[in-house]
C-alpha cells in the first residue's frame, strides 16, 4: 500500500495519535491508550485489529501529560469523537466503493484505513486518564 495514498487521506489528528511523543509531567495526569495489534487483512471486516488493553498500563502509549483528570478526560473526548467522525466517513467510501466495484488495490486499500480508523476509535475508548505517580505506570 503506498505511504502517499495513506498520508493523503490521515486527518491531522490522527497524524498526533501516531506520533505522539510522551510528555512526563511531575505531578499531573496521562493519557495512554492501548496498543494493538498487527493487522489481519483476513480477518472479518472490523476485526483486523485487536486492541490490547489487556497489557499493563506501563506497556501502553502516552498520548499526552496534562494537570488535571478534568483536561485528560476533556482532551480524551475531543479525540474520541474527531476520530468517530473519521472512521464513519472512511465507512462510508468503504461501503460505496464497494457499491461501485472500485478495483481491488483500491478497495484494499479503504478497507484497511477503515479498520485502522475503528481500531483508533476502539483504542481510545478503552483508553484512560491516569495519575502520573499511579504504581501502574512502573515497568
Request: hydrophobic share 40%.
Amino acid at each position: 500500500m503506498c505511504f502517499r495514498y495513506l498520508a493523503n487521506r490521515l486527518p491531522v489528528v490522527l497524524l498526533l495519535f501516531i506520533v505522539a511523543t510522551p510528555v512526563f509531567a511531575a505531578d499531573g495526569w496521562y493519557l495512554l491508550i492501548p496498543q494493538r495489534s498487527e493487522y489481519n487483512e483476513r480477518a472479518p471486516f472490523l476485526q483486523g485489529y485487536k486492541i490490547l488493553g489487556k497489557k499493563p498500563l506501563a506497556q501502553w502509549a502516552q498520548q499526552g501529560a496534562y494537570d488535571s483528570a478534568s483536561e485528560c478526560e476533556a482532551v480524551r473526548d475531543t479525540y474520541l469523537n474527531v476520530e468517530h467522525d473519521v472512521y464513519s466517513k472512511s465507512a462510508d467510501t468503504y461501503l460505496k466503493d464497494i457499491r461501485a466495484e472500485t478495483d481491488p488495490v483500491t478497495l484494499k486499500a479503504q478497507r484497511s484505513l477503515t479498520e485502522m480508523h475503528n481500531a483508533n476509535v476502539s483504542a481510545l475508548m478503552a483508553s484512560r486518564c491516569v495519575k502520573s505517580n499511579d504504581p501502574r505506570l512502573r515497568p
